[in-house]
């Protein structure tokens, strides 16, 4: 008996002792990854143009942090003492030059590495290394690790992330933790108390809604990853989110496909990392990726993930709780021609059962606020009437009046 009090007892505070960092990712984490259009093809060229981009783009002011190297930033070889090297030739700074580049600018660093013996392109993976790959992140500075989940046999992925999250805490340096587990063993179950945020599913691909098959796995289009896992709501809040994955914006889809994608990845509070070629993204794309009154539904203090309203006749209606019992809503036509909305706020009881909200338009007059077209749509004392197009999107913030 006695003995197993000792042991309960270690393994408790063990457990009480290993932490995360609190207080980095309070709101969901902004940035940008090079992997939905770079894959391993990275240099320091590349991510020198992303951090002046940022600033030139006005994506920095919009409140974008991050810039995240993914898979293939490193040497194929581990050097003589087992160290993680940066490629030589992509990268013949090393990464705490990069590092200094990127913070010079005011931004955050990031990198990629995976809990197998290799990432999933093939390069040194961390595991057996976790402590001494989480001391080079801190020497090189570095702000953010995602942590991939290729080549792991039969570990516990539960026990894999726990040990690199407190490698990262004994090495002492703040990182966010971005789990990238897929979604196989239901994070969303355990991942709190790991990591920052994980990954609810397979890789994206830039499509709207489509499946595209490699044989054990599969790519998934904008609107699968959200009907996959849109009832993991609640698990979601202050310093860990659901990431729905790198956003596609820019990256092929139209341009309204494009506003709904940013729109819902911005109602399910996901990390808003985006994935496309910033150098040469057009206007549109930026003007969407930059649109800080959508980024403020994101971004909303609370952090409540949104969730579905209604799905009918080829309308999708999300509904968003914000801080001072403001309310985010957004219309989706998934239709393959325009329609037209007619939204009678006197026949609809809106609110969130998962928190009792309600948004008591009886008694209360709310203002209809566009956040694409940026003006008002008048109160919620009218019908809200809005014809939307092919795929596009109406986003509106309701503010009592
Ligand atoms: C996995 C991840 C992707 C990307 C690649 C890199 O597929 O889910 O996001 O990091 O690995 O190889």
């Known amino acids: 008996m006695k003995k197993i009090v000792i042991v309960l007892t270690i393994l408790i505070s063990i457990n009480t002792f290993a932490q995360k960092f609190e207080g980095l990712a309070e709101t969901p984490p902004l940035g940008w990854n090079s992997w939905n259009t770079f894959g391993t093809d990275i ?6 143009d992303v951090a002046d981009k940022f600033i030139e783009l006005g994506l920095k002011d919009a409140g974008y942090e991050y810039i995240v190297l993914d898979d293939g930033w490193m040497a194929k070889e581990r050097d003589a003492n087992g160290n993680l090297i940066a490629d030589p ?16 600018k005011g931004l955050k660093f990031g990198l990629y590495n995976c809990a197998g013996s290799e ?24 702000d953010y690790l995602k942590y991939d989940w290729c080549n792991t046999e039969k570990l516990s992925a539960e026990g894999a992330y726990m040990t690199m999250r407190d490698a990262l805490k004994a090495a002492g340096r703040p990182m966010v933790f971005s789990i990238c587990e897929w979604g196989d063993s239901e994070p969303w179950k355990w991942a709190k108390e790991v990591g920052h945020l994980w990954r609810v599913s397979g890789d994206i691909i830039n499509c709207w809604d489509c499946e595209v098959g490699h044989g054990s796995w599969s790519s998934w289009g904008v609107w699968k ?5 849109k009832d993991i709501r609640k698990v979601a809040g202050p310093g860990h989110w659901n990431d729905f994955d790198m956003m596609e914006v820019g990256n092929g889809m139209t341009d309204a496909e494009d506003r709904s994608h940013f729109a819902m990845w911005s109602m399910l509070a996901s990390p808003l990392i985006m994935g ?8 549109e794309t930026i003007k969407t990726l930059a649109n800080k009154e959508v980024i403020g539904i994101n971004q909303d203090k ?11 006749n080829n309308v999708e209606v999300w509904l968003k709780p914000l801080a001072n019992n403001e309310w985010a809503m957004t219309f989706v036509n998934m239709d393959s021609k325009p ?14 059962d998962l928190n009792g909200r309600r948004m008591d338009t009886k008694n209360n007059t709310f203002k209809v606020r566009d956040l694409y077209n940026h003006k008002n749509l008048g109160d919620t004392s009218n019908n809200l009437k809005v014809e939307i197009g092919v795929h596009d999107v109406l986003m509106v913030k309701l503010e009592k009046i």
């Open 225 to 229: 990853i959200i009907n996959m896992r």
């Open 339 to 352: 329609i037209e909305i007619d939204f009678d706020w006197e026949k609809h009881e809106i609110g969130d």
């Open 119 to 142: 990432t999933c392109a093939g390069y040194p993976g961390s595991r057996g290394y976790e402590y001494q790959d989480a001391r080079s992140y801190a020497s090189w500075d570095v």
């Open 302 to 312: 609370l952090g409540i993930q949104g969730f579905r309203f209604s799905n009918e």
């Open 43 to 48: 240099n320091e060229q590349l991510v020198k």
């Open 89 to 104: 030739v992509k990268f013949p700074n090393g990464m705490k030059a990069l590092a200094e580049y990127i913070h010079a």
């Open 276 to 283: 496309n070629d910033l150098r040469i993204a057009s206007k």
